[in-house]
């Protein structure tokens, strides 16, 4: 199969010699990393629900507010449309993109965890500033604050939760991330429910977002740092000790040598960005760094998230049983989180992209087909096909919540060899927020515009997409993080950069 290759169905030189029991040292500390995906999971599901609220909009988009009034007078498609609004959904997301390549300096040199506390503060006085908000300029600097939180975060946490988790069950322990997303989605929508009635709601909604941002900080103090970044930093004794903590067993010699190996090469890169482009590590340039994150957001699932509440409005759906569809959604992807957690680790990592995929895109077909026929002339949508359009938007959900989702984040996190894993992990976000922005800003326009045609554009970048990971993508599961580079070696593609003495010289070792 193409890009199917493995590395002695194992994964490496000595991963047969890894040994670990789950502890309640190791699960505590993945517990409380994770609830990072609960900053960015709660912005998510508030953020869309806010904006289609009728005192928010009042009193900051009252042009809006008058248009959503007159839903006759205009094409259903277009209700929405201002690049002001998006902008207060995206402001977050350009801010993340910056703030990540400062995360990257502070993951590596200081550690994992201190990334993790910069981000919950950041993120707390965000959600401060926006529940306070007088003006749209306030608004503006809270998503900023938020973006910063959200880009160190999301750069820290999944490779803290990949460093942390034995590789047999990495899979698994990586998408808590997700998890911890998908809930704080799930708990805004219900949050958005409750307070769309009042007009102080919108303000109790948004500065909610301080409460996953305590949790993470506070627990964020009590985290042991990940045994690879304290090796990295040459802290090798402490290193070794939080290793037998989380694996539960004295004898973790073969994983200590794999990390010092690992360590001795990450010392010698000074500019670890500059070696991103280096020919022996394109394949992670090009698929952890740039293809993956990029492709996750070009499914069009986060503008679903975003827009699920002004979505189902325009579809003719009232404001309350908007919000409600969007929960279902939600919920919806909390569930897919659990399939791909209890199969990740089992059936790899390219079968779930690629199932999912072909479910997503006759999602997206049959949205456009019947929006096509049935939307678009100022009228309410037929009970019937209402119903029809949040079950398919719902399964596109469960399939992107057990693929695209999960993944995009575990597999960029598997992908990197130590000496460039921060630098890349701050790729990886920069992109995955750079898509998101893009996407965010113009998916009303775009909706306004192509209508129907933006479901068959979705649906045919999911196609392109799962062609790449098709011919491309490698299978990392069970394969120990510091020996995934052995996987380059052996695919089809990538083995004419990766030739096997690159990293044998580097690494002490006899060529596999």
Known sequence: MAGGAMVDGKGGARAELYEHKITSYFVFACIFAALGGSLFGYDLGVSGGVTSMDYFLKEFFPKIYRRKQEHLKETDYCKYDNQI??????????????????????????????????????????AIMNAAAQNIAMLIIGRCLLGVGIGFGNQAVP?????????????????????????????ANFINNATEKHSWGWRLSLGLAAVPATLMFVGGWFLPETPNSLVEQGRLEEGRSVLEKVRGTKNVEAEFQDLLEASEVAKAIKH???NLLERKNRPQLIIGALGIPAF?????????????????QSLGFGSGASLWSSTITSGTLVV???????FADKFGRR?????????????MIA???????????????????????????????????????????????????????SAGQSIVVCVNMFFTALVAQCFLVSLCHLRYGIFLLFGGLIVVMSIFIYLFLPETKQVPIEETYLLWQNHWFWKSYCAPEDHSKEKGMKPV
Do not use: D
């Open 85 to 126: 609004l998006t902008l207060f959904t995206s402001s977050l997301y350009f801010a993340a993109l910056v703030s990540t390549f400062f995360a990257s300096h502070v993951t590596r040199n200081k550690g994992r965890r201190a990334s993790i506390l910069c981000g919950a503060v950041s993120f707390f006085a965000g």
């Open 159 to 187: 490779l803290y939760l990949s460093e942390m988790a034995p590789a047999k069950i990495r899979g698994k322990v990586n998408q808590l991330f997700q998890l911890t997303t998908c809930l704080g989605i799930f708990i």
């Open 272 to 274: 670890p960005f500059r």
């Open 296 to 312: 996750q957001q070009l499914t069009g699932m986060n503008s679903v998230l975003f827009y699920a509440p002004v979505i189902f």
């Open 336 to 342: 897919a989180t659990f399939i791909s957690m209890a």
């Open 351 to 363: 079968a779930l992209f690629l199932e999912a995929g072909a479910e997503m895109i006759i999602c």
């Open 367 to 421: 949205v456009a087909v019947t929006l096509a026929l049935k939307f678009g002339q100022g009228v309410e949508l037929p009970k019937g096909i209402g119903i029809f359009l949040v079950i398919m938007i719902c399964i596109f959900v469960l399939a992107y919540g057990r693929s695209w989702g999960p993944l995009g984040w575990l597999v960029p996190s598997e992908l990197f060899p130590l000496e460039t894993r």
